[in-house]
């Protein structure tokens, strides 16, 4: 078994905000394979999977991966990174995301631990430990872009951690939250119902760079899903997981999925999309900034 604290660790790390190129970057991870590696003289505490939303931020995953790499191989993990992405004629869906990361990286391993992780977050101290403990863990919980401070106290987004059961217990995300916001406070209530807590790491050691991108659009249907988010709990969610996968590719550094939802999959979304129409909903896509 490896240490239970990888002896590695140093505490703040440098973050290089500069994009690599995509060859540099390869050839600084030979023992990468398949978006997968594991320590190669002791046997890896943990397994995790760290999935990644995506849409149209090229130049921000060549950072992330470039720093992300070293980060985890330190960590002494047994890990995987992967990218999902939806259809460009689908608006954005975080939640939806990340059920299917979940699905398709528990169909690829048996990971026992999920990072939900944001494309723009790059960890700033390597004592910011990617595992999974007892309770669902927030760890983005100091952003440089919010002077450190945490938004409010049942924040979940930006970057968390949760079990396999965990994650299975709550039913995984809403799929419902198209656009930007509310999905993780969505999935913060039924980490509530559902009595479990949630921990965090110390400030000092749980900070972040916040890479700059535009504001996405906020949905504005986020509010009226939230307050009605309990009732769907139990019947939206990973058990409702409807999509076809477009591809999956696995490339050196990561695995790269992109799925599509068929029109009658949409439907069940038609009332919260901003025109009440799934064709329109559709190309509606290309005006809804969600990049
Ligand atoms: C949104 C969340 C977001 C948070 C912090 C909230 O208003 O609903 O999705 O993570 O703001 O930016």
Known sequence: MCPLIPPELVGDIPVNKYPLNWTVIESRYKTVVNGSHRP????ARHKVALLIPYRNRARHLRIFLNH???FLIKQQLDYGIYIVE??????????????V????ASSDYSYDCFI???????PQNDHNLYNCPDQPRHLSVAIDKFMYKLAYSTNFGGVSAMT???FTTVNGFSNFFFGWGGEDDDLYNRLVYHKMTISRTMSDVARYTMLSHKQATRNPQRIKLLRSGKQRMQTDGINSLE?????????KLYVHVTVTLEESALRPFKKFSLSGNTTIFRRSAANFDLS
């Open 164 to 166: 396999k059961e965990q």
């Open 40 to 43: 190669e003289k002791c046997t």
């Open 68 to 70: 992300m790499h070293a």
């Open 86 to 99: 939806i259809d460009e004629d689908i608006p954005f869906n975080r939640g939806f995301l990340f059920n």
């Open 243 to 251: 999509y076809k996968v477009l591809q999956k590719i696995h490339r």
């Open 116 to 122: 939900f992780h944001d494309v723009d977050l790059l």
């Open 101 to 104: 990361g979940f699905k398709e």
